[in-house]
T-cell receptor, first 117, second 118 residues
């Protein structure tokens, strides 16, 4: 089983501050996804990164995939209360690119982010 | 984006009863759906992969007779928790694959079902 470790587990910051969430593994992933989940809801996909060293930006969110495709980070600039949520990273295994196996993602334990006004 | 509808959103049942949870892909056909379980403040744990027209594939440690999965059509998969007990209380989430395969494959999640067994 490939394990994804997320850090920190919990992050509480003031509105306007920056934050970074990390997702690390000892295994290589073919792709890595970031989700945000709110209480009582399913996860919502934020981004998918597939190329080592790839950087993707989504407004104030910047996602980076490590060169070796073993780690990723999510950086939020000038956080807002609406960014509050559980951030989950999920990795897809290399070589398992068939339809029924692609969805077999390994999820990290999540980082709970709280942004206070 | 694609929408996955999951019902009910919340269910409370007595110990020993069975509960059925539905997962529907509303605007796309999903040959593959996935069922997860999530405990409070923990991550999603994959329970099984549901394939339309064939038997579901269960992850290690998940009892197939306890968690019955039926994927009778390309837009509907159901999870039935049979003879539910308090330890089955959890947040159950489904997801559906767009089925395009490869790196552009997309996975959409339902809004989850909170099961409480008394």
């Amino acid at each position: 089983t490939q394990l994804l470790e997320q850090s920190p587990q919990f992050l509480s910051i003031q509105e306007g501050e920056n934050l970074t969430v990390y997702c690390n593994s000892s295994s290589v992933f073919s792709s890595l996804q970031w989700y945000r989940q709110e209480p009582g809801e399913g996860p919502v996909l934020l981004v998918t990164v597939v190329t080592g060293g790839e950087v993707k930006k989504l407004k104030r969110l910047t996602f980076q995939f490590g060169d070796a495709r073993k780690d990723s980070s999510l950086h939020i600039t000038a956080a807002q209360p609406g960014d509050t949520g559980l951030y989950l990273c999920a990795g897809g295994s290399p070589g398992l690119m068939t339809t029924d196996s692609w969805g077999k993602l390994q999820f990290g334990a999540g980082t709970q982010v709280v942004v206070t006004p | 984006g694609a929408v996955v509808s999951q019902h009910p959103s919340r269910v409370i049942c007595k110990s020993g009863t069975s509960v059925k949870i539905e997962c529907r892909s509303l605007d796309f056909q999903a040959t593959t759906m996935f069922w997860y379980r999530q405990f409070p403040k923990q991550s999603l744990m994959l329970m099984a992969t549901s394939n339309e027209g064939s038997k579901a594939t269960y992850e290690q440690g998940v009892e197939k007779d306890k968690f019955l999965i039926n994927h009778a059509s390309l837009t509907l998969s159901t999870l039935t928790v049979t003879s539910a007990h308090p330890e089955d209380s959890s947040f159950y989430i489904c997801s559906a694959s767009t089925g395009t395969g490869g790196l552009n494959e997309k996975l959409f999640f339902g809004s989850g079902t909170q099961l409480s067994v008394l």
